[in-house]
């Protein structure tokens, strides 16, 4: 399993970027993130051997911020 915490710490002390990180405060903290780009920009859905559903696909509503709904019901169809 991958951590992005744990990547992006790692991240802040590789020698390219710690003298950019060095004596930083943090201001604030955010946990969200938005794909977005509309239809064009959905990926192709279906490979040899996977899928791709839910948030990973692009279904968010992105005016209301909601993805569960869409996340859930790709989930069924492609089970």
Do not use: M
């Not at 946990?31 to 996977?50: C, D, I, N, T, W």
Request: aromatic residues 14%; glycine residues 14%.
């Amino acid at each position: 399993w991958l951590s992005p915490f744990d990547e992006f710490q790692r991240f802040k002390t590789h020698p390219f970027f710690r003298d950019t990180f060095e004596g930083g405060k943090r201001i604030a903290y955010g946990a969200r993130a938005l794909s977005e780009g509309g239809y064009q920009s959905v990926p192709k859905l279906a490979f040899p051997g996977g899928v791709l559903v839910g948030c990973a696909a692009g279904f968010v509503n992105v005016p209301r911020i909601k993805g569960s709904h869409n996340a859930v019901l790709s989930g069924i169809l492609a089970a």
